[in-house]
């Protein structure tokens, strides 16, 4: 039995069940069949029929059959970036960052007294993204856009990385690690302050070699209603592998206190130091 024929049988059988089905007990268990069905015969617009369920799948969550035939998922996102600006950033950046903190655990190894992951920064990290940094981030880049709009020539579009990163990112900097510092459980103004002094020009070093690249990029490649949320992926990025290695020397550093300062005759930690299961020490 050749291909072509084992496949036409299989979307004949596929069609006429679906059929049966939706003929004998509609609803939307029926519907669901019917459109896999025509899915399966090659029917649904911008669908190979190669794989019926999960074209059909992403049609409905791409908009529906009236999207059928367009990009998918990135010209359904960008859609809604074009008709509902903020709002999609929010929970652009509302996922990203809870993410972010997540994946950051997960590679640090860094749990809760429970052993879990989801610690209690998680939800705090996603409201921080959706709250603050997507709205700040959508007004300084509307203002960006906004003041050298039109302006495509070699010194404008220099002139737009200067001001993106002598005003734009410290602002967002700034920010963002006030943001980290009451998330951490900072209580007072001097601790506050504290944590921006201390990390302000080490995030500013990193924006500066980051910035001007991913901007030069944005200007040359990107629509301007895409660029936050390329700059959120990038920050994704960047700030899960920065989350990452600040998680890991702080769980060192507090394993030495917790477990001791002892050293194995060779100089490196003793093994038992260093639990590989189970949450990690109380902080």
Not at 27 to 42: D, L, N, P
Not at 68 to 89: S, V
Not at 169 to 175: M, S
Not at 216 to 244: D, M
Request: charged share 15%.
């Amino acid at each position: 039995m050749s291909l072509k024929f084992e496949r036409d049988t299989v979307r004949e059988t596929v069609n006429q069940a679906a059929a049966n089905y939706a003929t004998n007990k509609g609803g939307f268990v029926g519907s669901a069949a019917a459109a896999v069905a025509e899915a399966a015969s090659g029917n649904l617009p911008g669908t190979s029929g190669k794989h019926p369920i999960a074209e059909v799948v992403g049609t409905a969550l791409t908009g529906g059959r009236q999207n059928a035939g367009t990009k998918g998922y990135l010209a359904a996102y960008l859609r809604q970036l074009e008709d509902n600006p903020l709002r999609t950033k929010m929970l652009t950046a509302g996922t990203l960052a809870g993410t972010q903190e997540l994946l950051a655990s997960w590679l640090a190894k860094d749990r809760n007294k429970h052993g879990h992951y989801f610690t209690s920064r998680v939800p705090k990290m996603a409201a921080y993204g959706a709250l603050v940094s997507a709205p700040l981030g959508h007004f300084l880049i509307w203002v960006l856009q906004k003041i050298f709009s039109g302006r495509t020539s070699l010194r404008a579009k220099i002139l737009q990385i200067l001001f993106s990163n002598l005003v734009i990112a410290p602002i967002q900097n700034a920010v963002y690690l006030v943001a980290m510092a009451l998330i951490a459980g900072a209580k007072s103004f001097h601790q506050v302050r504290a944590t921006v002094r201390v990390g302000f020009w080490k995030v500013m070093r990193v924006s500066w070699i980051t910035s001007p690249i991913c901007l030069a990029f944005a200007q040359k490649f990107l629509p301007e209603n895409t660029w936050v949320p390329f700059f959120n992926l990038v920050s994704f990025v960047i700030g899960t592998y920065i989350n990452t290695v600040t998680k890991k020397k702080r769980l060192s550093a507090l394993r030495k206190k917790h477990f001791g300062e002892g050293r194995a005759p060779g100089g490196g930690p003793r093994p038992e130091d260093y639990p590989p299961l189970g949450p990690n020490p109380p902080y």
